[in-house]
């Protein structure tokens, strides 16, 4: 099993799965080229008893030819042409059944590219598992795939023959801005901690995202190289995205295009009024793969009920294309670099500095000294001070303490002068007079660059800076 970088948490349940005393059905699930194949296969190493990957737009028959041709090289030997897909597998079941191993590993990698039309696949495939595989004490079934619509349907959500039969799911999430320093380091790049980081303001920390940059290069070079150069290589990457996980993607791209025009988020209803979607179980469905994916999350807000969550696009990327590729019509092959201290870029940076530290609540908790106490996290906006006095984060904690969390991303360290600190103590104000909270209120403010000594900076209670995040 080789080296990975970060994803210990997921190593270890792929150990646990691996030593288990009976067999398992785990589906690995996730965006578009957040590593699911890479993990897997890197892993297991050459351990596998029987790998297939499936084919895109690609009919039954070449499905079964290239299922076929599996077959061949895991057995060493000739085997007559399966015309179906219940054939097929009593081939794998066969060959399994041969195969002397401590746990027999067997990985379908982009699954759902096999269920072509009207060709019995799932049948087939759900009576592999129930009739033989789940059956035996030593069978270790993966299925992964970039259609995390397709696996949600059909294999966690199915209603049929596979319902509640898979043993485990995980949830392959972007790398943290630690694992992206781990892996940055590991491929030479000498970036500092805030170059790093606007680097995932960008990009998030999508594998293959970063495994395109170019150490010789800075940031805004790199940007301009991917994105905005006639033949960059992510020039073309949104639709792709969004086609790859989900079938009627406009629809899921209708939803995240109205997210990235307000900030904050949106209700259910506001999402209606904007897309024109219909109402209903599709709707509901459509935001909930798109929450499943990471790109969006859906949140309350402090004293409020579930029927006012709101939902807010939280990839990176995506809210990158909207902000600054799809608008591009200035065709600058140097876009980025030239832009890079535009009213419009400082905008895009505050604003992506404080999605950064949502994204990463956990080190937060970590460096505030909390990560092991039940909290409570979320927003809050005023419905009654004449200037809308809003919390971006708000930490509820068990020992009677609020975290009301000010995130401020700038060139040098942040100077709280004097109408800042009077909008601090408003926001305070407002807050205690509008909830009556009964614990203490702690004022803490999270930096890029760190906070500069002065009379006021004396009324913050925790100071935290960009380092804190990794």
């Known amino acids: 099993m080789n080296t990975i970088i970060g994803r210990s948490q997921q190593q270890e349940e792929l150990s646990t799965l691996y030593q288990s005393k009976q067999s398992e059905f785990l589906v690995v699930y996730g965006r578009r ?11 297991f190493g050459n351990s596998f008893n029987f790998h297939v990957t499936g084919l895109a737009n690609v009919d039954t028959h070449d499905q079964l030819v290239n299922f076929h041709a599996a077959l061949r090289e895991y057995s060493n030997k000739s085997l007559p042409f399966a015309q179906t897909w219940f054939e ?5 079941i066969e060959l399994l059944k041969k195969t002397k191993a401590k746990k027999k590993v067997i990985f379908f990698d982009e699954l759902p590219w096999m269920d072509t039309a009207k060709s019995k696949f799932m049948s087939a495939f759900e009576h592999f598992w129930n009739s033989w595989a789940s059956a ?14 397709w696996l949600m349907d059909k294999i966690i959500n199915n209603k049929g023959g596979l319902h509640n039969r898979t043993t485990h799911q995980m949830y392959l999430k972007p790398f943290s801005l630690s694992e992206t320093e781990l892996y940055l380091r590991s491929r030479n790049f000498a970036w500092t901690q805030k170059q790093i980081a606007e680097c995932y303001m960008v990009f998030g920390g999508i594998p293959y995202y970063l495994s395109l940059l170019n150490k010789k290069f800075g ?18 990457e949104f ?26 988020g949106l209700t259910r209803e506001e999402i209606l009024n904007a897309t024109k979607l219909p109402d209903g179980g599709n709707f509901t469905k459509l935001l909930k ?11 309350n807000g402090f004293g409020k009920k579930k029927k006012e969550s709101l939902f807010q696009l939280v990839d990176f990327y995506t809210l990158f294309y909207f902000r600054f590729i799809e608008k591009n019509r200035s065709f600058d092959e140097h876009f980025w670099t030239h832009s890079a201290d535009t009213s419009a870029i400082r905008a895009w940076k505050g604003y992506s500095f404080e999605l950064l530290c949502l994204t990463h609540i956990l080190e937060i908790k970590r460096a505030l000294g909390i990560h092991g106490m039940l909290t409570k996290v979320a927003t809050w906006k005023s419905e009654q001070s004449d200037d809308g006095a809003q919390i971006d984060l708000l930490i509820e904690r068990n020992d009677n303490v609020i975290n009301l969390c000010e995130m401020k991303f700038s060139k040098g360290e942040f100077t709280i002068d004097k109408a800042y600190f009077k909008s601090l103590q408003n926001k305070v104000e407002a807050f205690q007079a509008e909830t009556n909270p009964q614990q203490a209120i702690h004022l803490t403010l999270i ?24």
């Open 88 to 92: 097929a597998f009593q081939q794998l």
């Open 33 to 43: 080229r957040v590593g699911k194949t890479f993990l897997i296969r890197e892993y």
């Open 239 to 264: 639709l792709n995205l969004y086609a790859s996980l989900f079938r009627f993607s406009e629809r899921y791209i209708q939803i995240v295009e109205a997210l990235s025009k307000k900030l904050k």
């Open 136 to 149: 035996q004490k030593d069978v270790m079934l993966i299925v992964c795939g970039s259609s995390t619509s």
């Open 447 to 470: 930096s890029s660059n760190g906070l500069k000594p002065n009379a006021y900076s004396q009324q913050i209670q925790n100071e935290l800076i960009l380092g804190d995040l990794f």
């Open 289 to 299: 793969d798109l929450e499943l994916c990471g790109f969006i999350r859906k949140y």
């Open 219 to 236: 940031v805004p070079q790199n940007v301009d190289r991917l994105l905005f150069s006639e033949s960059g290589r992510l020039k073309n």
